[in-house]
């Protein structure tokens, strides 16, 4: 799953809390080179300055064909909300999505993480056709009611 590197919560001041170390932290740990996780954390920093809700996206299912961007459908989808967002790729190992509100980073959080998967309750699926509907009896069961002229016929 994506990491929520953004928290929601908000400080006494109105802005919101940024929790990104553990991104810098896995930086600083697995790049060699000391000036490039260096700048690479004060890149991570400042796009956090800027685009306050952060979803680290490595292992969501929004990728291009060729690992390089958003499939053309997350691109759509994050344009018709009308909300403000970011596209981020640090070199070839993270991808990171920023957003400046709460609500559209959660609604793409919820759309595009796989949090949500959609399973079917029962073996069969519903099915909306009136005569073959989910909700209509099984066809062995009787019905509980008979009609007016079946009761007085009875009696």
């Not at 994050?78 to 909300?83: K, S, T």
């Not at 699926?125 to 062995?140: K, L, V």
């Amino acid at each position: 799953m994506g990491r929520f590197l953004t928290h929601m919560g908000v400080q006494k001041r109105g802005q919101p809390m940024t929790d990104l170390t553990s991104l810098k932290d896995v930086i600083s740990q697995t790049w060699r080179d000391e000036e490039m996780a260096s700048s690479a954390c004060y890149g991570i920093d400042a796009y956090a300055r800027r685009w306050p809700f952060v979803y680290m996206i490595n292992n969501w299912d929004v990728w291009d064909e060729q690992q390089k961007g958003l499939k053309p459908e997350v691109v759509a989808w994050l344009e018709h909300q009308g909300r403000a967002w970011d596209f981020y790729r640090l070199l070839d190992a993270w991808g990171l999505v920023g957003f400046k509100d709460a609500k559209a980073a959660s609604h793409f959080k919820l759309r595009w993480s796989g949090v949500l998967k959609a399973t079917t309750s029962s073996g069969e699926g519903w099915n909306p056709h009136p005569h073959n509907s989910s909700f209509a009896p099984a066809p062995y069961d009787e019905p509980v009611m008979r009609s007016r002229s079946a009761q007085r016929a009875l009696r």
